[in-house]
């Protein structure tokens, strides 16, 4: 947390001059501090403590729903609520001094406001427990990241769908195993990215969904014998429903774990699309080039142009992955309800969100700025007799002929083009006849990659003009 001069001044003075250990907090059957190394292993507010919007927000509703049940006064009521936002304003403006000494951000906030508004501060506290209080603040932190991710997948499709629409005619080489394969369009080629990037954000949806359900009130484990209102924090904090198991409550993290998954499969997505960068940038290929704006030089060698953003979005997928991974592992023995091994559950998913955010805007800036070699992309599909398969379906259609013959019949006109060095377009059509008597002149109307590209008409295929279509329904379902 940035801090300064400020930050030297009356609030964390005065904060540092009441600092506590939590064990003097919370604690009453310690009668003293702990061991240094424990202090150190303990401690979570070095990186909990972005957790504090979320914490204060979630302390605001119950301090609210403590008072309408009358469990605790209207005049302490406010005096929590005043203070909260004060503590507020002092973290966002920089002026807060976070302690390791009282171990995370619910008691750097309780001490910090116990400091402004004295004894009333303890009673915020009344039927909760730290467990559910980070469960809540975890799933509201959650929440914000999937709704913040979810914003910019979509610029990204964006991007995509421009790039598609400007190139939906603009043909290149087609693979399969990284072998020419057919012609397709360049447009249809990143609309397929479009519908990987639709399903995720269909994932980070339903894990929202799944995910919007209030921990708060679980208290310890098993409930409280408190008269409070789920429903009424619930409703305050924008969740759906309460949760329905106190043990449940304060135990899951199955949204920290759905979350990563989605956010694997979405770096898996991503990591696709920059390898496919990489190798469309090579001398081998050339069919983009990226700006200095997504591009590196080398030390030794001066001709350099490297596609270094496209290969750590490539790279940053294996630590996204390998968090989802970790989280998984760490959680599968623990018994019900809280163990603090939870507490390890933040750091990667920390990572993650911010990998996601930093991944999703290098990739949006590359697709906007990418600049598209035509001529390149076209002289890619003259290699790898990549219009054999229109060869064998007009042998079908014409000749009626079974496709498995047609295909065989096929092969031995490409493996004589292949004998002669040249395409399947510069054998005469005697040479084919020798193969295959029924062919006549029409075949060569079928050699064309312009032409194969355009018979692809079937929904979903290549042609422009399904491209195009694809286009205008890709604005409409996800734009």
């Known amino acids: 947390m940035a801090r300064d001069a400020a930050a030297d001044q009356a609030p964390a003075a005065s904060q540092a001059a009441t600092s506590?250990?939590?064990?003097?907090?919370?604690?009453?059957?310690?009668?003293?501090?702990?061991?240094?190394?424990?202090?150190?292993?303990?401690?979570?507010?070095?990186?909990?403590?972005?957790?504090?919007?979320?914490?204060?927000?979630?302390?605001?509703?119950?301090?609210?729903?403590?008072?309408?049940?009358?469990?605790?006064?209207?005049?302490?009521?406010?005096?929590?609520?005043?203070?909260?936002?004060?503590?507020?304003?002092?973290?966002?403006?920089?002026?807060?001094?976070?302690?390791?000494?009282?171990?995370?951000?619910?008691?750097?906030?309780?001490?910090?406001?116990?400091?402004?508004?004295?004894?009333?501060?303890?009673?915020?506290?009344?039927?909760?427990?730290?467990?559910?209080?980070?469960?809540?603040?975890?799933?509201?932190?959650?929440?914000?990241?999937?709704?913040?991710?979810?914003?910019?997948?979509?610029?990204?499709?964006?991007?995509?769908?421009?790039?598609a629409e400007r190139h939906a005619a603009t043909v290149l080489p087609g693979f399969t195993h990284l072998q020419v394969a057919q012609p397709v369009t360049f447009g249809h080629h990143l609309l397929a990215y479009v519908e990987m990037l639709g399903r995720d954000r269909g994932r980070l949806a339903d894990c929202r969904k799944r995910l919007n359900e209030n921990s708060l009130g679980s208290a310890a484990l098993a409930g409280t014998s408190f008269p409070i209102d789920r429903h009424a924090t619930s409703a305050a904090l924008g969740f759906d429903r309460p949760m329905a198991n106190s043990l449940d409550g304060v135990s899951d993290r199955d949204f920290a774990i759905e979350f990563m998954a989605a956010a694997s499969i979405l770096s898996m997505h991503l990591s696709r699309l920059a390898e496919e960068l990489v190798i469309w940038t090579t001398d081998a290929f050339k069919f983009v080039s990226l700006s200095d704006a997504f591009t590196t030089g080398s030390s030794i060698m001066p001709q350099k142009r490297n596609p270094d953003a496209?290969?750590?979005?490539?790279?940053?997928?294996?630590?996204?992955?390998?968090?989802?991974?970790?989280?998984?592992?760490?959680?599968?023995?623990?018994?019900?309800?809280?163990?603090?091994?939870?507490?390890?559950?933040?750091?990667?998913?920390?990572?993650?969100?911010?990998?996601?955010?930093?991944?999703?805007?290098?990739?949006?800036?590359?697709?906007?700025?990418?600049?598209?070699?035509?001529?390149?992309?076209?002289?890619?599909?003259?290699?790898?007799?990549?219009?054999?398969?229109?060869?064998?379906?007009?042998?079908v259609r014409r000749l009626g002929l079974p496709f498995r013959q047609a295909h065989h019949i096929t092969g031995s006109i490409v493996k004589l083009a292949e004998d002669r060095g040249c395409g399947l377009e510069d054998l005469s059509l005697a040479d084919m006849q020798a193969i295959e008597a029924g062919i006549t002149e029409e075949v060569f109307s079928v050699l064309s990659v312009d032409r194969a590209v355009e018979s692809r008409t079937s929904f979903g295929g290549t042609a422009p003009s399904q491209v195009t279509a694809q286009v205008k329904s890709a604005k409409e379902r996800f734009l």
């Open 20 to 163: 506590k250990t939590a064990n003097e907090m919370w604690g009453g059957r310690f009668a003293a501090g702990p061991a240094a190394v424990m202090a150190k292993i303990n401690q979570s507010i070095s990186f909990d403590k972005r957790l504090y919007a979320q914490d204060i927000r979630a302390s605001q509703a119950h301090a609210a729903m403590l008072v309408k049940q009358g469990i605790i006064g209207s005049e302490d009521g406010a005096a929590i609520s005043r203070g909260l936002d004060q503590v507020l304003a002092e973290i966002e403006a920089g002026n807060f001094r976070f302690d390791e000494a009282l171990e995370d951000i619910h008691m750097n906030v309780e001490a910090r406001l116990a400091q402004l508004i004295g004894p009333a501060a303890g009673r915020l506290h009344t039927a909760r427990s730290r467990n559910d209080q980070v469960a809540t603040d975890f799933r509201l932190w959650v929440r914000d990241a999937l709704d913040r991710h979810s914003a910019q997948v979509q610029a990204l499709q964006a991007a995509l769908i421009a790039q």
């Open 310 to 395: 496209a290969e750590l979005v490539r790279a940053k997928s294996g630590r996204v992955i390998g968090a989802l991974v970790g989280l998984l592992v760490m959680m599968k023995g623990l018994p019900l309800a809280y163990g603090k091994d939870m507490q390890e559950d933040k750091e990667p998913t920390f990572e993650v969100s911010e990998t996601l955010d930093l991944c999703l805007a290098a990739m949006t800036g590359m697709i906007a700025d990418l600049k598209v070699n035509e001529a390149a992309m076209r002289a890619g599909t003259a290699r790898g007799f990549i219009t054999a398969t229109d060869l064998a379906d007009w042998l």
